[in-house]
């Protein structure tokens, strides 16, 4: 899909408070100057973008949606790294036809970087202001990369969800994060409580340590990974009763962490 009509991007809800839900990786649009120069397949890219991110944090007060794919900009990276320059920066997958994207092309990818944590940054200051705040950084994880048919990823280094802190203060804040685990591992759901681990696959990237290094004594930022049991990552037929159940778990974690944020406040 080829978009200009929308915003790359958009900040919704009540930012009244402190509890933001991002959908950074969530967008398939794609402008139309880098659309050119794709020869990715649409559904291998839809593959490895974070489709009904946005859906799963729905609930949280304060939210960002990005519009824009990974595959033109990618929020989660550096900088340096935000626009995929190789196939070893992108899984192995040949993303334009003639690597890497002409610099002029990859500087109008950079501009929604820029204006992003610029506006991020803006909104941001104001809620660090009140005090600690909590920031669930949303996205999901394919577990049967070997094929429609072939067997899921094994459990044990797969886990329902799984909660990065890998640039977390968790002297300072590590009980926010035990909060959190706890709360939404006894979230039910049709299928039962959820498995939640920490750290198993993925630690948080760019947003996590981004939002850390800023706001050093105020921000708990959650890097979720979601795995994709809530549609078929081959056909991305989604199962929307599961995806209500986690928008619906995530935001019942909300109570115990604004009781948590207490006990971490700046005196």
């Known amino acids: 899909m080829v978009t200009t009509e929308r915003p790359a991007f958009e900040f919704l809800g009540d930012w009244s408070g402190q509890f933001i839900a991002t959908a950074i990786h969530n967008g398939h649009d794609i402008r139309a100057d880098v659309a050119a120069e794709l020869i990715l397949p649409d559904e291998d890219r839809l593959r490895e973008e974070d489709p009904h991110t946005d859906e799963i944090g729905a609930l949280v007060p304060a939210r960002v949606v990005v519009h824009r794919s990974r595959f033109e900009v990618d929020l989660n990276r550096s900088r340096e790294k935000a626009v995929y320059r190789s196939a070893e920066e992108a899984w192995g997958l040949e993303v334009v036809r003639d690597p890497p994207l002409d610099p002029a092309v990859a500087a109008g990818s950079l501009e929604v970087y820029d204006a992003f944590y610029s506006e991020l940054g803006r909104r941001l200051d104001v809620v660090a202001e009140r005090g600690p705040f909590v920031v669930f950084d949303i996205h999901s994880y394919n577990h049967r990369r070997d094929g429609a048919d072939a067997a899921a990823a094994p459990w044990a280094e797969n886990p329902e969800v ?55 004594e105020r921000a708990i930022v959650l890097a979720l990974e979601f795995k994709k049991t809530f549609m078929d990552e081959w056909t991305a037929e989604t199962d929307q009763a599961r995806i209500d159940e986690l928008a619906r778990a995530v935001a019942s974690t909300i109570p115990s962490l604004e009781e948590a944020l207490v006990e971490v406040a700046i005196p």
């Open 162 to 216: 799984n909660v990065g802190t890998g640039s977390l203060n968790r002297d300072r804040f590590g009980s926010v994060a035990d909060v959190f685990i706890d709360s939404l591992a006894r979230a039910g759901t049709s299928a039962g409580p959820l498995d939640v681990r920490e750290n198993v696959r993925f630690r948080g990237q760019q947003l996590a340590a981004w939002t850390h290094r800023r706001y050093p």
